[in-house]
């Protein structure tokens, strides 16, 4: 399945600078982020209204406003933005949001806080070993600091809504599991193209 869907996607090239195109590791990590921009365009209108009918409009104001960053990114290679530059706007609103939802949803315990792995392992997936390190890092440092935050009371308490709560925490494991998957079979796409 890897073999035949990496293929698909090309479709993003027309969007890229030649010179992004005329190198094979860039162009790869372009599409990538390309594809994750895709994805995101589609799951903002989603999770925006679901976050408004939860009653979380301002986290359904993150949302769009990370989603518009997140979607630009792969644009700011065609106006000269090399892909490191590209990827860590991506990664950093994606870092910011989850910031922004812990701090409105429960802190360390927020049901979104899970998704703080995806910054890293789409650092990794566009950009190798060490940006997804350096992300890591920062994530660690996030979580570190919304722990202590939290048990030093200043933090807002976290919403007391456990149907609500319930609803984030099954959406947001299947959402995570989704882009897991999705980042494996991009990354194992890219392995099977590289070792041809």
Do not use: N
Not at 84 to 104: E, N, S, T
């Amino acid at each position: 399945m890897i073999a035949t869907a990496y293929p698909l996607l090309k479709v993003f090239d027309r969007l890229l600078p030649p010179a992004v195109r005329a190198h094979d590791t860039e162009l790869q990590g372009a599409r990538q982020l390309s594809l994750l921009a895709a994805v995101t365009a589609g799951s903002v209108p989603l999770l925006t209204v679901m976050y408004h009918l939860l009653g979380y409009d301002a986290v359904g104001m993150m949302v769009i406003t990370a989603g518009i960053v997140m979607m630009v990114s792969p644009f700011t290679l065609t106006a000269g933005a090399g892909l490191p530059l590209a990827r860590d706007l991506f990664v950093g609103a994606l870092f910011m949001l989850k910031i922004g939802m812990a701090l409105q949803l429960g802190g360390i315990g927020a049901p979104t806080t899970p998704w703080f792995v995806l910054c890293p392992a789409v650092a990794m997936l566009i950009g190798g070993l060490r940006p997804g390190l350096v992300w890591g890092a920062l994530v660690l440092v996030a979580l570190v600091a919304l722990f202590v935050l939290q048990h030093l009371g200043a933090l807002p308490p976290a919403p007391v809504d456990p149907d609500g709560m319930a609803v984030l925490q099954l959406a947001g494991m299947i959402g995570l599991l989704a882009l897991v998957a999705l980042i494996v079979a991009l990354a194992m796409g890219a392995a099977a193209t590289r070792g041809r």
